[in-house]
């Protein structure tokens, strides 16, 4: 490495290895004096990618395909790698430089905030060819400036390599900046070069780890261990993982003397970092720091360690005012010195440097924040701006794995909150702060407007459309988490207008972002109920992306089956099932492709694909298609939790919660209650970690999940469930009244079920005025999106009146509600008929309830003949609800004395039930059930005895197997329906028999009355 890095000269002050060698003049030195480890630094350090302890491994093809890129002098100057912690991406480039050595090239790695000056102090080296890289691209603030330096630069051959942890805003944002970046950009690829987390595919982890034991034992001046047995879990390991595990390993041997040596490779971090830390020990010891009356505890030093790598220091002043953070430590000079020592700055734009590799500084720095909230106190406050970003940066990295990270930074995020929005620094520091914040994040959803509001003040529209167009549409999604529908759609109308006008220039540089753009603006449409110009937006970008995958599918499929997703989410909004059930398979079987060859990349997206699959198929009556559909979800989201909980535990959640919805809709109720529990336990879980991010979450399944104890019956347990989702809604909506009030009303809606169903009638009739009052507020401002809310909401009220006698005002409410729906379905008949008919329904029991019978016939025609044409065109869809609006037609008959009429609409709805409750036993025999116990006392009256003898003993039968499986739900429906069996035996002579019926009958309500019998 000296050799690569010497021939750059010393313009860019001392390279790593000659701090190496300094280090080890150093130690030299003061052998004679104290009794050290026999390495310059911790043993973490033979880790590092510079050291090159271990051979090259691997990476054949992305080593040939680099150099071929640095030796085409057609090609362009800027190339990407990208992959997760640990996959080798440093040590590809070190690899590459070297290779290039011998090719006269020279070799620049470019320190933190060394960008905007990288090329210009290139200039003195005297090199014609070089290769410059960027590590953590993605965190640097100046990188586009180092990008227009490179474009400018025609007197030599220079190749920037680019690393990061993955694409993102950052590069969204490089491929919006000036003429020049953007072109070095889009020579660059979307994606650039992903490392997967095996090296080779020629040799196991296994064989991987056995040969770099040879090497860290070599390294370490001792004797290899003979016997080792190794735990691996399924799956390859990162390159690091499994070098860090051959180094505890050696370590391990030193320590143990036994013959074999066991280890499991999720363990070897935390182990290596305990081998860390003994050596921080050995190292304060030797210095004097330990065991004297004023010497530091072991849990100082690893807090002083945690805080200088977490915050840094640009010199020794500000390292003083690091260690004076920790209580207990003197701020001394010595102690200063002796942290710069144990781990020197990689630039001298830093006076301390940081634990490497740096997962292992992020398992440190987490671990030590998260078990000391003094600590946290102290390191996470006052910070000036550069620590605030170094801090930032590194616990946002390791939130992406470790569970305390996530909550840490939470902490650290009020104390850069209040500068977010006004704080003065260049362009490219604010979009760093942006892209460190995590979305979406309700306290912070703001600072996020302000922040992107300044980032737009500081581009020239005329220069930058594009960088304008990106900032506007990043704006609308913070707006709308703000509740700010109405300037969402704006600001996305602007940026899409902007991509229309970019597209007229270059295509096919273009096209991609306005169908991104569009998509967009479609969610949003949808949000605000403007589905019809919703639809317009989403077949525009299905449009485009059907063409961009047409000529690249493998860059643009993805995006395809995306939006043909968003396609199917709309038809299903407009009442167009049909065609939004053809897109929703279109979305699963390109997904279903793309994970055949991507399974790491692409197999969640599959099951979410899947799950809104279901969804559709379940909306479509095809319950047990949803079913599969949902349950293939589960199993592949069960499969990704069990390698990466982190990443996948909500979406597990949320597909097992949908499971359990899937259940319910076919009226296993018992089957689903244990996946609708074990999702809420996940989310509940998640949202006490990160409240911010989650509560809504859990609100909004807590509210589902009553609905699922309600249909067992258990209608107690059920209350809290509901009163708890409304709780955790009204503070939300409290702090954010646009975005969750209408959450807020949807929950107090279930909430007013729940207390129908205990009788607490009048608490039901006070929660659903509020919903009411809520509903109403929110459709005079947005009537598109609202007012079929409205109606509904209003359809309960008068479900409530009616409840409490009030029948006068619930007639009146019931005819507002099919007022507003009879607009509705003027409009967009497709889309809200089905509504249209069941306030009609209501309607007409409210007209029954004040005696108005002949107009409660009325409604209750019209509502029949919207459901039979409904279920003409669709009947997998609507022929349930037809069947249920022939049995109240049947019912309103009867009151008018036609009983030949109403027989005729009851045995039509038996006869339509019968075919569900045969396919799907369990979710339409409750429905026929019903139907037969109104159609055997009919029978009966019109002296039909036998006919009504065997519906009343079907009735029976089918509600005594209700019963024994959900006793609290079907009970009071068995008692009726033998005591009308009884009526109809006394009318055939059949007293013996009746008598067993009441028999069996009393002690139904011995089982609910106790003592009262």
Not at 182 to 202: N, P
Not at 320 to 339: H, S, Y
Request: hydrophobic residues 45%.
């Amino acid at each position: 490495m000296g050799a690569v890095v010497g021939g750059v000269g010393t313009a860019f002050g001392p390279t790593l290895y000659e701090r190496f060698r300094r280090k080890a003049d150093e130690h030299e030195a003061a052998q004679e004096a104290v009794e050290l480890l026999p390495l310059m630094q911790g043993p973490a350090q033979l880790l590092y990618p510079l050291r090159g302890v271990i051979p090259f491994e691997g990476r054949k093809r992305e080593l040939e395909e680099l150099t071929a890129w640095c030796l085409d002098e057609s090609a362009g100057a800027v190339r990407l790698v990208t992959g997760p912690g640990g996959v080798g991406k440093t040590r590809l480039a070190w690899e590459l430089g070297r290779s290039l050595k011998d090719k006269g090239w020279g070799y620049f790695y470019v320190g933190d905030d060394q960008e905007a000056d990288a090329i210009s102090r290139l200039q003195t080296a005297g090199l014609s060819r070089i290769l410059v890289v960027v590590d953590y691209a993605e965190t640097r603030i100046g990188l586009s400036s180092l990008l227009v330096e490179v474009a400018a630069d025609k007197d030599r051959q220079v190749r920037v390599l680019l690393l990061a942890r993955s694409t993102g805003e950052w590069w969204r944002h490089l491929s919006a900046g000036s003429v020049r970046v953007r072109q070095l950009v889009a020579d660059a690829g979307a994606d650039g070069i992903v490392l997967s987390e095996s090296v080779t595919a020629e040799k196991s982890d296994l064989e991987l780890i056995w040969e770099a034991v040879p090497w860290f034992a070599a390294a370490l001046k001792v004797e290899p261990p003979a016997n080792i047995k190794m735990e691996l879990t399924p799956g390859r390991k990162r390159i690091l993982d499994l070098h860090a595990m051959a180094l505890v390993i050696v370590l391990r041997s030193q320590q143990e003397n036994n013959e074999s040596i066991s280890i499991k490779t999720e363990h070897v971090l935390e182990e290596l970092l305990g081998h860390e830390r003994r050596f921080w020990l050995q190292s304060a010891k030797a210095r004097g720091f330990l065991h004297s009356p004023t010497g530091l505890t072991a849990s100082a030093i690893e807090q002083v360690i945690a805080a200088g790598t977490l915050l840094g220091a640009r010199d020794k002043e500000q390292a003083l005012e690091v260690i004076a953070r920790i209580k207990g430590v003197p701020a001394t000079a010595a102690i200063a010195e002796w942290l710069r020592e144990l781990y020197p700055p990689d630039d001298d734009q830093e006076w301390l440097g940081r634990i490497r590799p740096d997962r292992l500084a992020e398992l440190h720095v987490t671990r030590e924040l998260a078990n000391s909230p003094e600590l946290r106190a102290t390191c996470l406050t006052k910070l000036d701006r550069r620590q605030a970003r170094r801090a930032l940066i590194t616990l946002a990295r390791a939130a992406a794995e470790l569970d305390d990270a996530q909550q840490v930074f939470q902490e650290l995020l009020p104390e850069v909150a209040d500068d977010v929005g006004t704080i003065e620094a260049p362009r490219e520091t604010l979009i760093a702060i942006h892209d460190a914040i995590p979305h979406p994040s309700l306290g912070l959803a703001e600072d996020q407007v302000l922040l992107i509001k300044r980032i737009l003040d500081s581009i020239s529209a005329e220069v930058e459309a594009e960088e304008q167009a990106h900032w506007l549409l990043a704006l609308g999604v913070h707006l709308k988490e703000l509740g700010k529908f109405v300037s969402a759609i704006q600001v996305e109308r602007e940026g899409v207008a902007i991509y229309r006008q970019l597209v007229d220039v270059d295509p096919d540089r273009h096209r991609s972002n306005l169908a991104w753009s569009l998509f967009k603006l479609s969610m949003t449409l949808g949000e605000l109920g403007q589905h019809a110009d919703a639809l317009s937006a989403i077949e525009e970008s299905v449009s485009i992306y059907r063409k961009l995958a047409d000529t690249r599918p493998d860059r643009y499929r993805s995006n395809l089956a995306d939006a043909v997703s968003r396609l199917n989410m709309t038809l299903g909004e407009l009442g167009q099932h049909a065609d939004a059930l053809s897109a929703i398979e279109e979305s699963v079987s390109i997904y279903r492709k793309l994970a055949d060859t991507r399974p790491d990349r692409y197999r969640s997206d599959l099951a979410d694909a899947l799950s809104d699959f279901s969804y559709r198929l379940a909306q479509l009556r095809r319950h047990a298609d949803a079913l599969s559909a949902i349950e293939e979800a589960v199993t592949i989201y069960q499969e990704l939790a069990s390698t990466h909980p982190d990443l996948y535990r909500f979406s597990l959640a949320r597909a097992l919660f949908n499971l359990g919805a899937a259940l319910g809709d076919m009226g296993r109720y018992i089957d689903a209650f244990p996946k609708a529990e074990e999702a809420v336990a996940i989310y509940r879980e998640i949202a006490d970690a990160y409240p911010d991010r989650y509560r809504p979450d859990l609100a909004s399944v807590l509210s589902s999940f009553s609905a699922i104890i309600g249909e067992l019956g258990w209608h107690a347990d059920a209350l809290p469930k509901a009163e708890e989702a409304v709780a955790i809604y009204r503070e939300i909506a409290d702090a954010y009244p646009d975005r969750y009030r209408p959450y807020l009303a949807r929950s107090l809606s279930n909430l007013s079920y729940r207390l129908s169903w205990i009788g607490r009638h009048d608490d039901a009739l006070s929660v659903t005025r509020e919903t009411v009052t809520i509903y109403r507020q929110l459709a005079d401002a947005h009537p598109d999106r609202y007012q079929p809310n409205l109606a509904d909401a209003l359809s309960n009220l008068g479900a409530a009146l009616s409840e409490l006698d009030q029948h006068a005002d619930a007639l009146s409410v019931s005819e507002e509600a099919v007022t507003i729906y009879r607009e509705l379905a003027a409009a967009s008949p497709d889309r809200y008929a089905r509504y249209l008919a069941n306030s009609l329904f209501n309607l007409s029991i409210g007209f029954s309830q004040m005696d108005r019978h002949a107009d409660a016939l009325s409604a209750t025609k019209q509502a029949v003949a919207i459901y039979r044409e409904l279920a003409s065109a669709s009947p997998d869809r609507y022929l349930p609800n037809f069947a249920n609006s022939l049995c109240r037609l049947g019912h309103q008959l009867s009151y008018l004395g036609l009983h030949a009429e109403a027989l005729a609409a009851e045995q039509e709805a038996v006869a339509i039930y019968r075919e569900p409750a045969n396919i799907y036993p369990e979710r339409y025999c409750p429905d026929l059930a019903h139907s037969l116990s109104h159609l055997g006392p009919r029978l009966a009256l019109l002296g039909q005895l036998p006919e009504a003898l065997i519906a009343a003993q079907e009735t029976v039968d089918i509600y005594r197997k209700l019963a024994g499986a959900y006793p609290e739900r079907y009970r009071s429906d068995l008692d009726k329906s033998l005591h009308d069996l009884a009526d109809i035996l006394l009318q055939l002579g059949r007293e013996s028999d009746a008598a067993s019926a009441v028999s069996e009958a009393l002690l139904i309500l011995d089982k609910d009355e106790g003592s009262h019998t």
